[in-house]
């Protein structure tokens, strides 16, 4: 059976000490950022700092470079819960007249499902030890868009994610669409290592 295309991003599965506790950390969002904002998304560090409570901020990550963490929850107040437009869970792409917010899962031991592309060369079991990238993809109005990259597996350290084993479901196997477990690898926390 082939698997659906059905990208969420990053969601947080475990850790590599064990389960996934849901531990996470308040970050913001200023008001100038012009980046959607979905639960999934990988965020980096923005400049200038924090929100006038010195919470800090971050913005959008790029298909490559470090990852300071993964959203889990987005707000359009502080510190509260998204109470203007129910019907969605992201952050507009679009300057915003006040500070966001978003509940970031920033720790490096963290163990991630993501799907990967439906595009080129599916990863095979001899690539669970390598790094790759990510794919930035459009989210859907509730969850993040991206996807594991299939054309960027190697050792290099500097690759986002450690390709840690294919999700074992029956709904899951080898080839376009399969989900993988991952660790973020080049983690604004910690150096990235190269892969095996």
Do not use: D, H, K, S
């Given at each position: 059976m082939a698997n659906a295309n059905r990208p969420t991003g990053l969601s947080p599965v475990g850790t590599i000490g064990g389960p996934y506790n849901g531990q996470s950390r308040l970050y913001s969002i200023l008001a100038a950022d012009t980046n959607a904002f979905a639960i999934g998304d990988p965020v980096v560090t923005a400049a200038g700092g924090g929100d006038p409570?010195?919470?800090?901020?971050?913005?959008?990550?790029?298909?490559?470079?470090?990852?300071r963490g993964v959203v889990v929850g987005v707000f359009d107040t502080y510190p509260g819960i998204k109470i203007n437009n129910l019907s969605s869970l992201v952050r507009p792409a679009a300057a915003q007249t006040g500070v966001w917010y978003v509940m970031v899962v920033d720790d490096p031991d963290t163990v991630f499902e993501v799907q990967e592309i439906g595009t080129g060369t599916p990863l095979a079991v001899a690539d669970i030890g390598l790094n790759t990238n990510l794919v930035v993809g459009t989210n859907n109005g509730f969850l993040s868009g991206w996807m594991l990259d299939n054309a960027t597996e190697a050792v290099t350290a500097a690759l986002q994610c450690r390709i840690l084993g294919l999700v074992q479901r029956v709904d899951n196997?080898?080839?376009?669409?399969?989900k993988w477990l991952v660790k973020i690898n080049n983690h604004e926390l910690g150096a990235g290592t190269a892969g095996i």
């Open positions: 409570r010195g919470i800090p901020a971050v913005t959008l990550a790029a298909a490559t470079g470090a990852i196997e080898l080839g376009a669409y399969a």
